[in-house]
């Protein structure tokens, strides 16, 4: 039995998931007005993956037959200055994701549910992941700094990201 308090819990991270994919879509249509076009696909890809996660999280509820109730998603930030911010603000981003995902396994712990618990262990590891790819990309940006040849170069690269939930399996 999930308890009230751990479906409320879930559904507001839904919600953050949601926002995740919307902050990382405006930050896609920043890129591309940038030309960036290697760096708004990076983002596409990313979006997408967080919709994965609020559908993830979307599903479990109802299958321990629970309620999914969406609420309203904040506007997202629409400019970011220059590429280095973007990223480190999506860093940023993801590291409260990370801590939002722990306090719902404090609560899954404390509840003593089980079930919970080894639902959110994909979430957790997914994490580590998430934070080190963008972590990656803030460190290359500090490096390369004003030269817009690393930029080009880094944007190639980024360009090569697809996304498919195939992967997530
Ligand atoms: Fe769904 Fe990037 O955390």
Redesign the pocket.
């Known amino acids: 039995m999930i308890s009230s308090k751990m479906i409320s819990a879930i559904n507001e991270q839904i919600n953050k998931?949601l926002y995740?994919a919307y902050l990382y879509l405006s930050m896609q249509a920043w890129f591309a007005d940038q030309n960036l076009d290697g760096m708004a696909n990076w983002m596409n890809a990313?979006s997408k993956?967080?919709d994965f996660?609020a559908m993830k999280l979307f599903d479990y509820l109802i299958e321990r037959g629970a309620r999914v109730k969406l609420k309203a998603i904040a506007d997202p930030t629409l400019d970011f200055e220059n590429p280095l911010k973007a990223f480190q603000m999506a860093l940023e981003h993801?590291r409260y994701?990370s801590k939002s995902i722990n306090e719902l396994m404090d609560l899954a712990i404390k509840e003593k549910d089980h079930a919970t618990k080894s639902f959110l262990q994909w979430f957790i590891d997914?994490?580590v992941e998430?934070e080190a790819s963008v972590d990656r990309i803030v460190n290359m940006l500090k490096m390369i700094g004003d030269h817009g040849h690393g930029l080009m170069m880094i944007d190639r690269e980024l360009a090569q990201r697809s996304y498919s939930p195939e992967d997530e399996e």
Do not use: A
């Open positions: 998931e995740s990313q993956e967080e996660h993801e994701i997914e994490q998430e």
